[in-house]
């Protein structure tokens, strides 16, 4: 390649879809709840990782893991809670 050409090099194929933002409040969202144990966190990570798969022109993977780890948060959280209650009253 000569001088000319490098300077008018372009990559065949570029990304051009940025990272949510919205994807990444949801994944520390849900990284926060594991930590804080917390239900309230885990949905919170869900509804926000939702509404982050909703944009077509971002990437999806924090979003995509936020809504895993919410889930699996939500519902481990919630289990817990049922079992200890339904401990103390009968």
Request: proline share 1%; aromatic share 12%; hydrophobic share 50%.
């Amino acid at each position: 390649m000569n001088q000319d050409e490098l300077i008018n090099y372009t990559p065949s194929k570029v990304d051009t879809k940025e990272s949510s933002t919205l994807g990444l409040v949801a994944f520390l969202l849900s990284l926060a709840g594991i930590i804080a144990f917390g239900f309230v966190l885990g949905v919170a990570a869900l509804i926000c990782g939702f509404v982050a798969l909703q944009d077509k022109n971002k990437k999806h993977g924090l979003a995509t893991a936020a809504v895993v780890i919410g889930g699996l948060e939500a519902f481990f959280c919630g289990y817990l809670l049922l079992t200890a209650q339904s401990r103390l009253f009968f």
